[in-house]
């Protein structure tokens, strides 16, 4: 939990190795500097990171999504593509799939951000 005061936020990071720190000190990376910058706001931040290093967009709709608390997020990061560009995944199969991640999110919570 980041911050304190109010009700919560919920804040959940979907995504590759960008959002995990891999390589990196996870305290110093996206998902943990962007809960704590919600968190100057005088909110507490729950911050739920289903991130995997080695991840592609796909991999966020198949195997991150079904796995996340989609019912109680109020913002979500999705981190993802690198793997995608590495991996010359078709752009149109990337831009599919972040459409039914999005559509997804939409779905499980309006209230998303």
């Known amino acids: ?19 995990v720190a891999e ?7 996206i998902a ?8 100057r706001g005088g909110r507490g931040v729950e911050l739920t ?7 592609r967009v796909h991999d966020v709709l198949t195997e991150q999504l079904p ?3 989609l ?3 109020d913002l979500v990061l999705v981190d993802a593509g690198a793997n995608d560009v590495i991996h010359l995944t078709r752009s149109g199969a990337v831009a ?6 999005v559509e ?10």
């Open 1 to 19: 939990m980041f911050g304190v005061g109010g009700e919560s936020l919920h804040y959940l990071a979907l995504g590759d190795s960008t959002a």
């Open 23 to 29: 390589g990196g000190d996870y305290e110093q990376g």
């Open 32 to 39: 943990v500097e962007t809960a704590r910058h919600l968190a």
């Open 49 to 55: 990171n289903v991130a995997v290093s080695g991840a």
């Open 67 to 69: 796995r996340a608390d």
């Open 71 to 73: 019912a109680h997020a």
């Open 96 to 101: 599919r799939d972040l459409e039914r991640i």
């Open 104 to 113: 997804t999110l939409l779905r499980a919570n309006c209230r998303m951000k």
